[in-house]
Antibody, heavy 120, light 112 residues
Framework: EVQVVESGGGLVEPGRSVTLSCTTS????????FGWVRQAPGKGLEWVGC??????????GYAASVKGRFLISRDDSKSTAFLQMNSLKTEDTALYFC???????????WGQGTQVTVSP | DIVMTQSPLSLSVIPGEPASISCRSS???????????LDWYLQKPGQAPQLLIY???HRASGVPDRFSGSGSGTDFTLKISRVEAEDVGIYYC?????????FGPGTRLDIK
């Protein structure tokens, strides 16, 4: 069974950093790309970024709203993806989902999300 | 960025009746391989989103066959042949052709 579990969220002050982890099981982690999507309270879905599999360079891509502040990485030996969030702003407050991708971009298997609240 | 729009933004459906949601993109989602990079997701109340339809018309594993997707280029449709109570939630389309990926605003479906 495919499992995707996010962790690392919490309450953080503006300007600080936090790193989210996405631990997985039930499939060969290295064969897949991973995406991050967030959802602010009462709002729709916002794509944050993604990282390709190592076969495609392990290349990250980002939304303009987070580019230069967020960093997506992966550790295939630990079947884990990461979202490092720097210079956090109050508008980064959201539930953050990690998703296993299939094909070019399809968000196939979603975790339950981890809440990040940015507040003084 | 590719802008995604959906209509209607909300709909109320009697159980057993059909429902249809439209999604339009600001540019064609047809790739050179012949695939349209348009997916549909459903977020049920209190849950994470789930994949319903990918590449315009492929039903994801475990998705009931009352759900179907169609369309090409810039115009896409999600149809539910007979709505059931468990179909309540917000439906999102998303383009996977270019980075940044972009979602539609969502369509809220409830039961009348």
């Amino acid at each position: 069974e495919v499992q995707v579990v996010e962790s690392g969220g919490g309450l953080v002050e503006p300007g600080r950093s936090v790193t989210l982890s996405c631990t997985t099981s039930g499939f060969t982690f290295g064969d897949y790309a991973f995406g991050w999507v967030r959802q602010a309270p009462g709002k729709g879905l916002e794509w944050v970024g993604c990282i390709t599999s190592k076969a495609y360079g392990g290349t990250p891509g980002y939304a303009a709203s987070v580019k230069g502040r967020f960093l997506i990485s992966r550790d295939d030996s630990k079947s884990t993806a990461f979202l490092q969030m720097n210079s956090l702003k109050t508008e980064d407050t959201a539930l953050y989902f990690c998703i296993r991708q299939i094909d070019r971009a399809t968000l196939a298997d979603w975790g339950q999300g981890t809440q990040v609240t940015v507040s003084p | 960025d590719i802008v995604m729009t959906q209509s209607p933004l909300s709909l109320s459906v009697i159980p057993g009746e059909p429902a249809s949601i439209s999604c339009r993109s600001s540019q064609s989602l047809l790739y050179s391989n012949g695939a349209n990079y348009l997916d549909w997701y459903l977020q049920k109340p209190g849950q994470a989103p789930q994949l319903l339809i990918y590449l315009s018309f492929h039903r994801a594993s475990g998705v009931p066959d009352r759900f179907s997707g169609s369309g090409s280029g810039t115009d896409f449709t999600l149809k539910i042949s007979r709505v059931e109570a468990e179909d309540v939630g917000i439906y999102y389309c998303m383009q996977g052709l270019e980075i940044p990926r972009t979602f539609g605003p969502g369509t809220r479906l409830d039961i009348k």
